[in-house]
């Protein structure tokens, strides 16, 4: 959703305030000592690229994802996610086309997009290159001219008995959940798109808004169709990733980085927030780590083009799963959130031409870390260094791999050491790295430079 944006991301560090100020930090620790679910594979190795299907190509439709998959596979992604293809609410919506948050009809694709077919075709098409598909659902609210209107007991009343709107986003109406016959629309819903298109999971918007019971029902339901199925949850809620979802957002490192790169904290809060975090969360929970989606201004602009490079450095290096949003490969820097989200947007695939060692820095990073196990979920090491105030750097391990992992999140070069095993590392040339022979521990970086080093760990 694209109101009211720090909404969620203040929430979840409120709520684990609260918990330690009422004396109830046993809770948090409780769910920490628990294990998350067990998430596919092909999750935990992965990368998602989001595609806002209108904008994603000049035609703004579903055949126009299907044209490109050959790019995205070039680019070594193995997960897309669509933004919603339901149709757009009409009444109040916001500006010239509305939100396809806004959904009119759940068991509809929004037919400036293409058809059902068309659905199925790219699905296929995916699978045929050894890419999952997921879609976005929007369980909390509908469009205010929804069909499910027809039904006024499926939604929140306010004292007067009027159907209301969550928080100020008042172009949805919020749908009540503790009807029972809601909860089983939805989640037949839910089970009608898996099993009619052979779709791999969902993008659950708003996921921390609804019930956590009703996510874990869908969850045993839709395992029951086909198992081998993600579900990301928009939300940093330590209850979803125990039994509902494989992956959530990591929001307080997101917000850590602006205010690193943005704002001038030290480069240390992003070990301390990391490691905060993974002590609220169950045991292995996944995260997505994101920097660029469309309810942020673009990473190229909060963070400047450079910025933006490192900070992907830094995600696609650590564990969990980086996402690469609807053209950020190029250095697209069209808006894309609240009010652009409203109104006729297209990616400018021609951005290429200014930044053209940008898609061969995704495409580098993708497969060095699908090759790499201690790239995905090995254990992270964080070592000191000489310039803690702008330079993260950190060791990944799994099994005999180690890599080490160097980062200036800021515009001042960097001319210092690193306090490690300095024997037998080799520098991996990659697209955008600082480059130049290096003799660790001294490392020199360019402003918003970046290098990783490999060395066999026997």
Known sequence: MVTSLRIFRVLPALVCVAIGSLGFAQTASDTASQPARSSPEWLKSGTIYQVFPRSFSPEGTLAGVTARLDELHSLGVNILWLMPIHPLGQ???????????????????????????????????????QMKLIIDIVANH???????????????????????????????AALDYSNPKLRRYMLDMLVYWIKEFDLDGYRCDAAGEVPTEFWEQARAELNRVKPDIMLLAEASKPELMRNAFDIDYSWPLLNTLNDVVMNGEPATAIRTV???????????????????????????????????????ALLFTLDGVPLIYNGMEVGDSTQSRDPALFEPQTIFWPAAQWHPDDPKFYAAMDSLRSQHPALQQGQTVWLHNSDEQHVVSYLRRSGSEEFL??????????????????????????????????????????????????????
Request: proline share 4%.
């Open 142 to 172: 509908t469009a205010w001219d929804s069909v499910m209107m027809a039904h006024p007991d499926f939604y929140k009343k306010d004292k007067q008995g009027r159907i209301t709107y969550p928080y100020d986003w008042t172009d949805v």
């Open 274 to 312: 990391i490691e905060q975090q993974r002590a609220l969360f169950p045991t292995g929970a996944l995260h997505m780590r994101v920097s660029d989606d469309h309810d942020e201004l673009r990473a190229v602009t909060r963070y400047g083009y450079r910025g933006a490079i490192a900070v992907s």
């Open 91 to 129: 009444l109040k919506k916001k500006g010239t086309l509305g939100s396809m948050y806004a959904v009119r009809d759940y068991y509809a694709i929004d037919s400036p997009l293409g058809g059902k077919e068309d659905l199925r075709r790219l699905v296929q098409q995916a699978h045929a290159r």
């Open 405 to 458: 992992v160097v980062v200036n999140l800021s515009n001042t070069p960097f001319r210092g050491t690193i306090e490690c095993d300095s024997r037998n590392w080799k520098g991996i040339e990659l697209a955008l790295a600082t480059q130049g022979q290096m003799a660790l521990p001294f490392v020199a970086l360019d402003a918003f430079g970046f290098r990783v080093f490999q060395r066999d760990a026997k």
